[in-house]
């Protein structure tokens, strides 16, 4: 009996045996169940924790090297370099927006960064907002419209939540001014290569310097992958320190304020739990420790699980003439990946594949 306690003590004592088994086949299914409903069939997904991949697949025609546009998964990306300047006391998040640029008065003046961020400066549903698919423009032409011609649908600032891109747009246009660089080449300089992302930048609607701050990235499915690696490693990413957990904190909390609900989108489901860049999701473990998202209308789907200490990306393009309802059907998606991911961390799962460099405490971003 005591030979075998001894053997039992040395198995407890070894690296997981059956730590790169974990199952992640009832993960396929469910992204094969959404190409089906959808009618189309490419797809990817990525689950990983700080230490790199756990899992990824490729469905249909994609691969490491497809690159695809993520409509409103851009907000999280836009939320990382607003942040990042926060962090560097280059943004105030309450300060108005008039202090910054000078053009916006009355009560389009005071709206704030938090607010544009958060939903609840006075703008949304943009239907109808040919600004911001105006491609021969550039991202300052595009705000001054902003603050000289666009009446404010559900302002003063604070009076609702109404999700859209209009606020966003402004608040992207402070970063740029406030960081004294181009919205994309500041995005790429300070968090891109830092974290060793070459394919995301905010041409995927097509060529423009009316950078749609809320919805016009492209990436791969490592390359975003990277990024929600560093937030769930509490803003240090490829051993380089993108954000402050200060930031994360304030990243990933519902910053709304309790404004009302003006408008949503369906993939919403009524939630107007929102933090600055992204939804809080009401299957978060905690309120301390939530999980966010940050769907797109093409179906890419981002999320961290601070709770569980992991993140996923879904990575799929509504094809034209494809199902209108694709980022609803990816947003329940991600809600039943992530019930089958809780439980199988769990049991240890290995890291299959890392990044370039270990996710550790490391140097401040240049």
Known sequence: MRRCLIFAAALLCLPAADAATCDFSAVDARVQQLLDAAAFTDAGIALGTPRGILYKRYFGTYGDASVVPIASASKLLSAVRVMQLVDRGAIDLDTPVSTYLPAFTGDKGAMTVRRMFSHTAGYGNDEDALILAAQNLTLEQSVNYVACCMAMPYGPPGSAFAYGGISMQVAGYVA??????????????????????????????????????????????????????????????????????????????????GAPLAYAPPAANGSTAYGIGNWIEPFSISADAPTISSTGAFGFTPWVDFGARYWGVLMVQQPSGGSPTIGQRSHEAVADISAIVRPLLAQGCDVAETFDAIFRDGAEVP
């Not at 990024?227 to 930031?247: C, E, Y």
């Open 176 to 257: 740029q001014v406030r960081g004294g660089e181009d919205w994309e080449q500041g995005w790429k300089n300070h968090v891109g290569a830092p974290l060793g992302v070459t394919t995301i930048d905010w041409q995927g609607l097509g060529a423009t310097a009316n950078y749609r701050i809320s919805g016009s990235a492209r990436a791969s499915l490592a390359d975003y992958s990277r990024v929600v690696a560093m937030l769930s490693n509490d803003g240090v990413g490829n051993g380089r320190r993108i954000l402050s957990t200060t930031a994360i904190a304030t990243l990933n909390r519902d910053q709304t304020g």
